[in-house]
């Protein structure tokens, strides 16, 4: 039973900071992408981050960049997205997704999904 499990959000100031963390369960990380993704209300879905569990490549939305870390632990099937001088534009339901490495191409499209954590900041 593949299930990936996204913790870490809630309500922070502006100017503050979060950590989120993806725990994945039913496969390890050899091989294939976690992204991070975010949707607010009334809006589309966007790719915040991605990163390859192989070789620790990684992909950024401009809108992040500067601001997002993403980093794994492949020992313990883990991916966190640190987020520092959160705006209010941040706040959104963060996803975690599993893309499992069968395409060409990495953090294109996700095999599994998290069921997401709320990130609320205030002004």
């Known amino acids: 039973d593949v299930q990936l499990q996204a913790s870490g959000g809630g309500l922070v100031q502006a100017g503050g900071s979060l950590r989120l963390s993806c725990a994945a369960s039913g496969f390890t990380f050899d091989g294939g992408a976690i992204g991070w993704l975010r949707q607010a209300p009334g809006k589309e879905r966007e790719g915040v981050s991605c990163?390859?569990?192989?070789?620790?490549?990684?992909y950024y939305a401009d809108s992040v960049k500067g601001r997002f870390t993403i980093s794994s632990d492949n020992a313990k099937n883990t991916v966190y997205l640190q987020m520092n001088g959160l705006k209010p534009e941040d706040a959104a339901v963060y996803y975690c997704a599993a893309d499992l490495g069968r395409r060409v191409g990495l953090c294109l499209e996700y095999d599994y999904w998290g069921q997401g954590t709320q990130v609320t900041v205030s002004s």
């Open positions: 990163i390859s569990v192989s070789d620790g490549s990684t």
